[in-house]
T-cell receptor
Framework: DAKTTQPPSMDCAEGRAANLPCNHSTISGNEYVYWYRQIHSQGPQYIIH???NNETNEMASLIITEDRKSSTLILPHATLRDTAVYYC?????????????FGEGTQLTVNP | DAGVTQSPTHLIKTRGQHVTLRCSPI?????VSWYQQVLGQGPQFIFQYYEKEERGRGNFPDRFSARQFPNYSSELNVNALLLGDSALYLC??????????????FGPGTRLTVL
């Protein structure tokens, strides 16, 4: 499994953009990068995923570097409700199934 | 549409007992995966089922078992409970058998406490 590295914690002011980095230097060419978040003791919530192009949806934007060794999740206007643990995951799939391998994630705290 | 549902929400058991946790996937989803999340850690993969067949298994002892029913709902069974089995058990559903863009959506989880 390709491993990911994320900072353990980050702070962001309410209304500002939150930029969450992720390193995945061992990613394979056909593996996707997924982002989930987990608000205290709830089930993880899917945010966005991408392969090599930048992606945007109603929740966030995902910027993947050209060499695909790192990515950044951008929450354009963070609110207090965005306080959560954010997980960057490289998707493993194949004959053995399609498991998500979670790391420790980044605890994002949005401050008023 | 309803999301992934899990029951019960909370459960308290004693060591040595067994437990059955249930999961109903999103309508139209045929794959169910189970994860265990111990306090302070990220979720760990236990099983994946697709069309009633096991398609993946994580590094968990044989005390853990699961099955998927014809309506695609699933049960996770844990026998001979240990204190270390106390965790949030998460179920995730997805449409297919795990292609690279087959997104998993999680339920709220079942909080199991073993005393």
């Amino acid at each position: 499994d390709a491993k990911t590295t994320q900072p353990p914690s980050m702070d962001c002011a309410e209304g500002r953009a939150a930029n969450l980095p992720c390193n995945h230097s061992t990613i394979s060419g056909n593996e996707y990068v997924y982002w989930y978040r987990q608000i205290h003791s709830q089930g993880p919530q899917y945010i966005i995923h991408g392969l090599k192009n930048n992606e945007t949806n109603e929740m966030a934007s995902l910027i993947i570097t050209e060499d695909r060794k790192s990515s950044t999740l951008i929450l354009p206007h963070a609110t207090l409700r965005d306080t959560a643990v954010y997980y960057c995951i490289v998707r493993v799939s194949g004959t053995s199934g399609s498991r998500l391998t979670f790391g420790e994630g980044t605890q994002l705290t949005v401050n008023p | 549409d309803a999301g992934v549902t899990q029951s019960p929400t909370h459960l308290i058991k004693t060591r040595g007992q067994h437990v059955t946790l249930r999961c109903s996937p999103i309508s139209g989803h045929k794959s169910v995966s189970w994860y265990q999340q111990v306090l302070g850690q990220g979720p760990q993969f236990i099983f994946q089922y697709y069309e009633k067949e096991e398609r993946g298994r994580g590094n968990f002892p044989d005390r853990f078992s699961a099955r998927q029913f014809p309506n695609y709902s699933s049960e996770l069974n844990v026998n001979a409970l240990l204190l270390g089995d106390s965790a949030l058990y998460l179920c995730a559903s997805s449409r297919g058998s795990g292609g690279r863009t087959d997104t998993q959506y999680f339920g709220p989880g079942t909080r199991l406490t073993v005393l």
